[in-house]
């Protein structure tokens, strides 16, 4: 019979990076609010990513709900463990959801709904940094069973990554204000921009360094032979994107900023799969210990492989409807 873990875990891989990918940016506009004050500048902020906002949490379910259903075993030693930042996550995602509806209201305290969008936002990104750091670090099991408790979370390496996730947001964030606005807002964009970049580079050194000398195979993976010729383009690529993002904002560009801190996601995202592999649950259950069975993979593929396409061509063409310029008297501003 065919195995479909890989493919389940490639989908489930694109779920979650994808999700990261695209509601990363408006979580890292919502955290910006706090350093902007100005009313006009936050309506066009939060109008930028007004349109797109709301489908990005499709891929969160996809991720969540496949996990669930074709890894139980992960799913029942993953959840227990992070079961307070996901709820923490959930209701900064809520309040960053209602403002968006409630600010708009006639009559509404708008300055209550921006600071709901600003703190959800913040909220959620360091409690999903949280759940990132737990996953690294790994989580105590014994036998199939999840050994630890639900406050193992209030240890310095995930909430170092809970802060992490804030400036790679933040980084995602400021560059999609360069690419979608004009004027002194872009400007004020490309600053942040290269103030999230220092504090993403930082942790990217501190995590690479922290990761390997807490966890032998890790190490081995990365250093021994012949893993480190083989992955060094990882860390070679994620300097030359960091140069590049930081030369294109000094000489002005638009798109390449943006594109090149989804590069700094995707390398980031590359080391974890390279790091991680063949564990869903570390540091000992891995991809197979934790998958359902052989019949639940097929039953559950059929419906995945009509929804993934219909998301794409979703995602694929609210971007290119809502492409150009946000502008405050007349929208979407297409060149």
């Known amino acids: 019979m065919l195995d479909l873990v890989p493919l389940w875990a490639a989908i489930l891989a694109l779920a979650v990076f994808m999700y990261v990918l695209l509601d990363g940016f ?3 506009v919502g955290m910006l609010f706090f350093l902007r004050r100005d009313a006009e500048d ?10 797109v906002w709301d489908f990005n949490e499709t891929w969160l379910v996809l991720g969540g709900g496949g996990l669930f259903a074709v890894f139980p075993l992960a799913f029942a030693i993953i959840v227990p463990a992070v079961y307070f930042p996901i709820l923490f996550m959930l209701l900064g995602l809520i309040f ?19 600071r709901a969008f600003a703190y959800g936002s913040l909220v959620a990104t360091f409690a999903q940094g949280i759940v990132l750091g737990m996953f690294i670090q790994g989580f105590p099991i014994s036998g199939r069973q999840f050994a630890g408790t639900s406050w193992d979370w209030i240890a310095p390496f ?5 802060v992490g996730l804030m400036f790679g947001y933040a980084l995602q964030g400021s560059t999609w204000l360069v690419l979608k606005t004009e004027g002194d807002l872009q400007n004020w964009g490309r600053r942040m921009a290269r103030f999230a970049l220092i504090g993403v580079i930082a942790f ?25 010729f083989a992955f060094a383009p990882v860390p070679v690529l994620t300097a030359l ?22 590069g700094l996601f995707f390398l980031a995202f590359t080391g974890l799969v390279i ?20 019949i639940s993979h097929q039953f559950f593929l059929i419906g995945t492989l009509f929804l993934l396409p219909v998301l794409m061509v979703y995602v694929t ?13 007349m929208g979407y501003h297409v060149e």
Not at 96 to 114: H, I, Q, S, Y
Not at 158 to 162: A, D, Q, S
């Open 275 to 294: 790091s991680l592999w063949p564990f869903i649950a570390p540091p000992s259950v891995t991809l197979w210990d934790a998958s359902a069975s052989p």
């Open 96 to 114: 960053r959801g209602v403002a968006f509806e409630f600010r708009e209201v006639v009559g509404a305290r708008k300055w209550l709904w921006d």
């Open 317 to 329: 063409w609210s971007y290119w409807v809502f492409r150009g310029k946000v502008r405050g008297d």
């Open 204 to 228: 990217i050194v501190l995590i690479s360094l922290w990761t390997p000398l807490k966890d032998a195979r890790i190490a081995a993976r990365w250093f021994g032979f012949p893993g480190s």
């Open 158 to 162: 995930p909430l170092l990554t809970g």
């Open 26 to 28: 408006d979580l890292g």
């Open 241 to 262: 994107l960091a140069w590049t993002l930081w030369t294109s904002l000094a000489k002005g560009r638009e798109a390449l900023p943006f594109v090149c801190s989804m």
């Open 42 to 51: 936050r309506n066009l902020m939060i109008n930028s990513v007004a349109p």
